[in-house]
């Protein structure tokens, strides 16, 4: 049975969590300095996820605790990564920290309702996990207690 996170969101592989990790983070938000340099965006997504990716490695193993100065610390290098290799097609010349935050913990709980991967440290929450009854109180969240967000 597909999970219902994954069914509102129309998620039914890995590739399409990237995809759309991605471009839930790019919502709202103006990170690029021009919106017309399409050919450099494709390069740059398609680098994201490849980044995002290689990082959820170490997520992806059910016993790996990940604290949550690890877990800041691999958005960080996502987002200084991507800085340093688009910079100048960048607003601000960087990638924020909470857009690169936003996108990959939404592709770990993308990866987790694909049960690919434990629930992870920062795992968004919305009405649609409410949803998911065994939510409410937390009580399946491994890393409950060990840090706070």
Known sequence: MIDFFLKVDK?????????????????????????????RRDKFRAEWASLIREESE?????????????????????????SNAFGEYLAGGRLR????QKAF?????????????????HCPIDSVGHLRGHLRDGRDNPH????VN
């Not at 890995?14 to 340099?37: C, F, G, H, M, P």
């Not at 920290?97 to 690169?100: D, I, K, L, N």
């Not at 694909?114 to 629930?119: I, R, T």
Request: aromatic residues 12%; charged residues 25%; hydrophobic residues 35%.
């Open 58 to 82: 170490a997520y992806r193993k059910p016993d790996q605790f990940i604290s949550d100065e690890q877990h800041c610390a691999a958005i960080a290098r996502i987002s200084d990564k991507l």
């Open 11 to 39: 998620i039914s592989t890995e590739d399409q969590a990237a995809i759309w990790s991605i471009n839930a983070a790019l919502q709202r938000n103006k990170v690029y300095t021009s919106d017309e340099d399409y050919e």
């Open 105 to 121: 913990n939404l592709y770990l709980k993308y990866l987790w309702a694909l049960k690919q991967a434990p629930m992870p440290p």
């Open 97 to 100: 920290f909470g857009t690169s």
């Open 144 to 147: 409950r207690g060990k840090f």
